[in-house]
């Protein structure tokens, strides 16, 4: 089996954000030599998330929008306070909920040197405090 790993670095440009990743993540199987195996998405943090679903601009509002119910800003959280540790108070208490609920990685099979998907799945970053500077790994593996 191979294993090959890639890292990014992408600076997000709202406070909430879903950024394709359909392009690199063929670009790195492609790259890898992989013929048959997977290819795994993990995010480096815990306020961004990694997705799948339909690639639709429709799809990614509601997405937005409906996360932004079940982990609203306006929340009674705990964790919006000083924190000691960060010299600062933290007010992204809801981007942790957000992230909690959509998961921080994702899978992917890989047949004949392609993503095995369905016709319209789509991978996502979503950034869920941002803007910021973030990081996010694709591994690949598999047999060559």
Known sequence: ????????????????QLINLMDQL??????????????????KHTTVSVVMNEGFPCVE?????????????NGDYIHNHY?????????????HMKSILMGYFAYAPI??????????????????DGPKTRGYVIQVCGNK
């Open 1 to 16: 089996m191979h294993i090959e790993l890639y890292e990014f670095k992408i600076i997000t440009q709202g406070r909430t």
């Open 26 to 43: 063929n670009e790195c199987v492609e790259k890898s030599g992989i013929k048959d195996g997977f290819v795994h998405i993990m995010s």
């Open 61 to 73: 509002e509601d997405i937005l929008r409906h996360m932004e119910k079940l982990a609203p800003d």
């Open 83 to 95: 924190l000691p540790s960060d010299g600062c108070i933290a007010y992204n208490a809801p981007a």
């Open 111 to 128: 047949q004949d040197g392609k993503l095995k998907l369905g016709s319209r799945m789509e991978f996502y970053l979503a950034e869920l």
